[in-house]
């Protein structure tokens, strides 16, 4: 593995390090677990003293509307907008530039994400409004003469690895589409908590001091989210945000126009001057969120809602269902080897697919199709055999016919009638490409290392990726974002997501499945440990406990290769609607995650 790979994606993870430790509930419980609803996952282990999860949390329950965000602060903004009469895209709008504020390693608005909409009549929409190349980006940008990766530029730091940023467009235009109550009301409370300051949180005074040094380098002349020079943040003091004030009020009186016209987008253009980056107010008059269709499929009885191209996410997840459904995984159980062996064999050949056959469907056909038909994917496990496992090196993206060849935050909302919205939003690292638009007070996104910039060479994700994905002016960057939704008979079932980079895919997965074959509550299927593979590089990576000693052995002996590691994996923020209709929140407890019931 690369050492840019390990090096960033310590640093993506820094945020997602927790400690193992059963935390206190200190939840905005309104409901008790309805008695009908009691004794849902059995966990039968070999070892008697090993726990399946990475720490214990009560789960949250609401009747009236569910709200998880990464932040406590953001996820009770949510929830007063539905208490005012908002429905989730409100509470979802709000909450977003909430995080912006509270959350500044993730929240954004110099960033993009994706969003899943189904209302409550189960009609499902998707928005796109992930970042876009700028106009003069091109192919070999990151590389030399040599078309070697230039020494001294990374595509992962600094004014040359934003994309044109979505977000604001992004939720400007679900708000317009969906929302009830007025643009002013849904930013106001980012407006307030930027003004008069936000408690730091222990998680967030350590995110602030750890970027610290890459702050100063990228904004010399400034002292940003910076207590001073040399003094070092403590949980329970005041961030105050007085130009991200500003410039969230201009977008409360503006709309899209408050940030890619008039003074933020002259501050942004000359941010970009300064440090030589190379968005133009050309990029940001073309840039424009995308209501795309949903890539929907099924697993056994339940309707899978996901986020098609430019995210993987979606199109990844379904492959990894189909991969799988045909066994007996309950049976099995949880973490046994079987269930193990066919979910990381799985995901070694849709990682594959990914590599080889996604990016923006506006830059050229991805056979979405193709790629989730029952023939292919049978041709694709052709190969598996439970006595060895298979060699990554043999595993290529299949072949279609006809076709030539760590920071993100995810948050969930469902409103008493029943819409439901997942997001997943993100600067790509943690805390962006660690310049702030000076005189706006906001972070911008480091999306471009998204992009294969050069084919097979890895991302900071150790993701690679080819053709599809190269760079291209205007053309958007591949994602491994996945906020899915889940029905059954129906109606709404799960609302789904996570941060984690190339994680995300794997994490969902696993989480569903805890829901769906394990039988875990929401709660319980978020915090238990997960494992992940990706292709390449050819190992599973595992939170400490994941798996017994005896299936450690069994699948080694089977030629898999499992390293635990400390780092945690995913933040998931997930609601379960309950058989009664009451929401369940399960909002990670590897972090600061926090589901507000009404
Ligand atoms: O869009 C993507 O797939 C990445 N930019 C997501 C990055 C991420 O999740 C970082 N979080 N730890």
Same mark, same amino acid.
């Given at each position: 593995?690369?050492?840019?790979?390990?090096?960033?994606?310590?640093?993506?993870?820094l945020g997602l390090v927790a400690c193992k430790t059963t935390q206190p509930n200190s939840q905005n419980t309104t409901l008790q677990k309805p008695a009908e609803n009691q004794g849902f996952y059995q966990f039968t282990n070999e070892d008697p003293n090993a726990s399946p999860f990475f720490a214990k949390k009560a789960s949250v329950y609401g009747k009236n509307g569910m709200i998880?965000?990464?932040?406590?602060?953001?996820?009770?903004? !949510?929830? +007063?907008?539905?208490?005012? #009469? !908002?429905?989730?895209? +409100?509470?979802?709008?709000?909450?977003? /530039?909430?995080?912006?504020?509270?959350?500044? @390693?993730?929240?954004?608005?110099?960033? #993009?994400?994706?969003?899943?909409?189904?209302?409550?009549?189960?009609?499902?929409y998707t928005l796109d409004y992930r970042e876009k190349a700028p106009e003069n980006a091109s192919r070999d940008m990151y590389l030399d003469e040599n078309k070697n990766i230039k020494a001294g530029q990374p595509s992962w730091l600094g004014h040359l690895a934003s994309g044109t940023p979505g977000s604001v467009d992004g939720l400007e235009q679900a708000h317009k589409r969906f929302g009830k109550l007025s643009w002013k009301q849904v930013l106001q409370p980012a407006i307030d908590l930027a003004e008069n300051g936000v408690k730091l949180t222990a998680r967030e005074a350590r995110g602030l001091n750890n970027v610290k040094a890459d702050l100063l380098k990228y904004n010399p002349t400034k002292t940003y989210f910076m207590k001073t020079d040399t003094a070092k943040w403590k949980e329970g003091e005041i961030l105050i945000q007085k130009d991200l004030a500003k410039t969230l009020r201009l977008i409360q009186e503006q709309g899209r126009k408050g940030f890619y016209e008039g003074e933020t987008a002259k501050l942004l253009l000359a941010e970009m001057k300064r440090g030589g980056g190379i968005i133009t107010q050309k990029d940001l008059d073309n840039y424009h969120a995308v209501w795309r269709e949903a890539v929907i499929g099924n697993y056994k009885n339940l309707k899978?809602? $996901?986020?098609?191209?430019?995210?993987? #996410?979606?199109? @990844?997840?379904?492959?990894?269902?189909?991969?799988?459904?045909?066994?007996?995984?309950? *049976? =099995?159980? =949880?973490?046994?080897?079987?269930? %193990?062996?066919?979910?990381?064999e799985?995901?070694?050949?849709?990682?594959? +697919?990914? $590599?080889? =056959?996604? #990016?923006?469907? +506006?830059?050229?056909?991805?056979?979405?199709?193709?790629?989730?038909?029952?023939?292919?994917? *049978?041709?694709?496990?052709?190969? /598996?055999?439970? @006595?060895?496992?298979?060699?990554?090196?043999?595993?290529?993206?299949?072949?279609?016919?006809?076709?030539?060849?760590?920071?993100?935050?995810?948050?969930?909302?469902?409103?008493?009638?029943?819409n439901a919205v997942s997001i997943t939003t993100t600067l790509n690292g943690?805390?962006?490409?660690?310049?702030?638009?000076?005189?706006? !007070?906001?972070?911008?996104?480091?999306?471009?290392?998204?992009?294969?910039?050069?084919?097979?060479?890895?991302?900071?994700?150790?993701?690679?990726?080819?053709? @599809?994905?190269?760079?291209?002016?205007?053309?958007?960057?591949?994602?491994?974002?996945?906020? %899915? &939704?889940?029905?059954?008979?129906?109606?709404?079932?799960?609302?789904?997501?996570?941060?984690?980079?190339?994680? &995300?895919?794997?994490?969902? /997965?696993?989480?569903?499945?805890?829901?769906?074959?394990?039988?875990m509550s929401m709660q319980q299927a978020v915090d238990a440990l997960r494992f992940h593979h990706q292709w390449m590089p050819d190992r599973t990576t595992f939170e400490e406990g994941a798996f017994t000693e005896k299936t450690l052995i069994r699948m080694r002996e089977r030629g898999y290769k499992l390293d635990s590691q400390k780092n945690t994996i995913g933040r998931m923020d997930c609601i379960l609607v309950l058989p009664d209709g009451t929401y369940e929140g399960g909002a990670d407890v590897r972090a600061d995650d926090t589901a507000v019931g009404y």
């Open positions: 593995m690369n050492s840019k790979y390990l090096l960033t994606l310590s640093i993506c993870f998880i965000a990464t932040h406590p602060v953001a996820s009770q903004v !949510g929830a +007063d907008i539905l208490k005012q #009469g !908002g429905n989730a895209i +409100d509470a979802a709008v709000s909450t977003q /530039f909430a995080l912006a504020v509270v959350h500044p @390693a993730a929240g954004n608005i110099g960033g #993009g994400g994706f969003l899943v909409y189904r209302d409550k009549n189960g009609q499902s899978v809602i $996901s986020m098609p191209p430019p995210s993987s #996410g979606g199109i @990844a997840l379904l492959q990894l269902l189909k991969f799988v459904e045909p066994y007996p995984l309950q *049976k =099995w159980g =949880w973490h046994s080897d079987s269930t %193990t062996q066919v979910m990381i799985a995901e070694r050949r849709v990682y594959a +697919d990914r $590599s080889k =056959w996604l #990016g923006d469907p +506006d830059f050229a056909k991805v056979p979405q199709k193709e790629l989730l038909d029952a023939e292919y994917l *049978k041709k694709r496990w052709q190969d /598996f055999q439970f @006595a060895q496992a298979t060699d990554s090196k043999i595993v290529k993206g299949g072949d279609i016919i006809g076709y030539e060849s760590p920071e993100t935050t995810h948050s969930s909302f469902v409103d008493k009638e029943g943690s805390y962006g490409s660690k310049v702030v638009v000076d005189g706006a !007070g906001f972070l911008m996104n480091d999306e471009m290392d998204d992009f294969s910039i050069k084919p097979g060479v890895p991302n900071v994700y150790g993701l690679i990726g080819n053709e @599809a994905n190269a760079i291209a002016a205007n053309k958007r960057m591949l994602s491994s974002m996945t906020p %899915t &939704i889940v029905e059954k008979d129906g109606k709404l079932m799960m609302v789904l997501g996570t941060p984690g980079g190339s994680t &995300i895919i794997t994490s969902v /997965f696993q989480v569903f499945l805890n829901v769906a074959e394990h039988q």
